[in-house]
């Protein structure tokens, strides 16, 4: 058979060849667990509730470990956006919060930096004398604020947010 044509003629496969498709280590029998490891895992199972209230569970490390990369990705997007402000010769008066239309992202890169943000969408942009201001929340549980200016990025306080 050739890719993506119809098979060219039927035949029979022979025994042999039909034994290398066959799928050995699936048909094997599988051994139960040695005592060590059902002791470890009844006690896993038992301690687990307790030690993720405390935040060092399985459970604790996962939603930290996911908070981190949402706030990493958003700090990532930003940056992002920033270099595509930064290539132009001025600072556009207006950037739709949706569609960064203004930025020349096409639509599917609109959206993948977007999708870093709570909303999908920026909070706000405003073109300064000097440079531009554009504010964002991470879609983090927190919904972190940060603010990007022609420095860079930055993390800001609830306060600092417009």
Not at 29 to 56: A, F, Q, R, S, Y
Not at 66 to 79: D, G, I, N, V
Request: hydrophobic share 35%.
């Amino acid at each position: 058979m050739g890719y993506g044509k119809p098979p060219e003629q039927r035949m029979k496969m022979d025994p042999g060849t039909r034994g290398t498709f066959a799928q050995g280590p699936l048909n094997q029998e599988v051994k139960p667990d040695g005592w060590l490891k059902t002791m470890e895992l009844k006690l896993t199972n038992i301690l687990d509730l307790p030690l993720t209230v405390l935040g060092i569970g399985k459970a604790g490390w996962a939603v930290g470990a996911t908070e981190s990369a949402r706030r990493t990705a958003a700090m990532k997007a930003l940056q992002l956006i920033h270099t595509s402000i930064e290539g132009y010769p001025d600072y556009p008066d207006f950037v739709d919060p949706y569609t960064l239309e203004e930025l020349a992202f096409r639509p599917e890169d609109a959206l993948r930096v977007l999708k870093n943000f709570d909303g999908c969408c920026i909070e706000k942009y405003d073109r300064l004398s000097n440079g531009f201001v554009m504010y964002a929340r991470a879609r983090d549980k927190a919904r972190s604020p940060y603010k990007l200016t022609n420095n860079g990025v930055q993390v800001i306080t609830e306060d600092e947010m417009p």
